[in-house]
T-cell receptor, first 116, second 112 residues
Framework: ETGVTQTPRHLVMGMTNKKSLKCEQH?????MYWYKQSAKKPLELMFV???????ENNSVPSRFSPECPNSSHLFLHLHTLQPEDSALYLC???????????????FGQGTRLTVV | GDSVTQMEGPVTLSEEAFLTINCTYT??????LFWYVQYPGEGLQLLLK?????DKGSNKGFEATYRKETTSFHLEKGSVQVSDSAVYFC???????????FGIGTKLQVIP
């Protein structure tokens, strides 16, 4: 496989469930990201990992917990979510170079999450 | 802070029509500018980019010119096809990809 792969593609979970989203990249990139895409809103950057270190957490509620065990894998652990958390969750990766602002990001197909 | 403004849409065009999707930005620094495209059921993918004033990015018949004086990066295509139906995101990056700011996305529907 090549590129960025996300699993599952679709997930329905209750508000008391615990689930995890998985992202894997085969591009040799050093940075990985989680985004939330909701209808009629700009893409929201949730978490950034660079060389497995979390470098950004944009005020995301603690019911979302990221994990980056190595530079190729990224997880988003979900616990006691709310219906308003229903959205498309996108993973991306890039080869981040300090001072360069033109780095391309590669996105996975996303996980469509529905919280009931 | 940085921001990107683009029309929300949907924009509906007939096949072979001319396309313009407007994008304007505000940034504290001297950003790079991007257009990403999201086809149905897919993630985003880079369509084109420009890194300095007056640069023109182009790909698959789409073009956009970095206009510093008007802080704009409008996307154009001379003749759209049904296969161009997708959501188009304008974005800017000041300090590497981690600081990318996306617009709301513009949905394009091309009808035969």
């Amino acid at each position: 496989e090549t590129g960025v792969t996300q699993t599952p593609r679709h997930l329905v979970m209750g508000m008391t469930n615990k689930k995890s989203l998985k992202c894997e990249q085969h591009l040799g990139h050093n940075a990985m990201y989680w985004y939330k895409q909701s209808a009629k809103k700009p893409l929201e950057l949730m978490f950034v990992y660079n060389f497995k270190e979390q470098t950004e957490n944009n005020s995301v509620p603690s019911r979302f917990s990221p994990e980056c065990p190595n530079s190729s894998h990224l997880f988003l652990h979900l616990h006691t979510l709310q219906p308003e958390d229903s959205a498309l969750y996108l993973c991306a990766s890039s080869q981040d170079v300090e001072g360069r602002g033109d780095t391309e990001a590669f996105f996975g197909q996303g996980t469509r999450l529905t919280v009931v | 802070g940085d921001s990107v403004t683009q029309m929300e849409g949907p924009v509906t065009l007939s096949e072979e029509a001319f396309l313009t999707i407007n994008c304007t930005y505000t940034a504290t620094g001297y950003p790079s500018l991007f257009w990403y495209v999201q086809y149905p059921g897919e993630g985003l993918q880079l369509l084109l980019k420009a890194t300095k004033a007056d640069d023109k990015g182009s790909n698959k018949g789409f073009e956009a010119t970095y206009r510093k004086e008007t802080t704009s990066f409008h996307l154009e295509k001379g003749s759209v096809q049904v296969s161009d139906s997708a959501v188009y995101f304008c974005a800017l990056s000041d300090r590497g990809y981690q600081k990318v700011t996306f617009g709301i996305g513009t949905k394009l529907q091309v009808i035969p």
